[in-house]
């Protein structure tokens, strides 16, 4: 069974930064995206960012952009995500989440097979 373990979460004033981690374990595709979602209190689950392991394609939402980077440490099997500049409105559960043989469907979050057990990010203003 495949696993996501998140990490790095916390609390941050406005205009700090974050840097989150996602190890996987037991995945053994050879072919694979990794994205992160964030969902707040009320809201539906928002895809942010995400990485393919094809060609290491990065992609974001335009509410991120220039903001978060994601990255990825294959030895490490460990996807990061760098988030500077951050806003209240960011405050959020973020997931990490992977799907086998797939694009970045970051507006689709039921097609990804893999989900990580969450990690808080709160940014006071």
């Known amino acids: 069974e495949v696993q996501l373990v998140e990490s790095g979460g916390g609390l941050v004033q406005a205009g700090g930064s974050l840097r989150l981690s996602c190890a996987a374990s037991?995945?053994?595709?050879?072919?694979?995206?990794i994205g992160w979602f964030r969902q707040a209190p009320g809201k539906e689950r928002e895809g942010v960012s995400c990485?393919?392991?094809?060609?290491?394609?990065?992609y974001y939402a335009g509410s991120v952009k220039g903001r978060l980077t994601i990255s990825s440490d294959n030895p490490k099997n460990t996807v990061y995500l760098q988030m500077n500049s951050l806003k209240p409105e960011d405050t959020a559960v973020y997931y990490c989440?992977?799907?086998?043989?797939?694009?970045?469907?970051?507006?689709?979050?039921?097609?990804?097979?893999?989900w990580g057990q969450g990690t808080q990010v709160t940014v006071s203003s």
């Open positions: 989440a992977a799907v086998p043989y797939s694009t970045c469907r970051l507006g689709y979050p039921g097609v990804w097979d893999y």
């Open positions: 037991r995945f053994t595709f050879d072919d694979y995206a």
């Open positions: 990485i393919t392991s094809s060609d290491g394609s990065t």
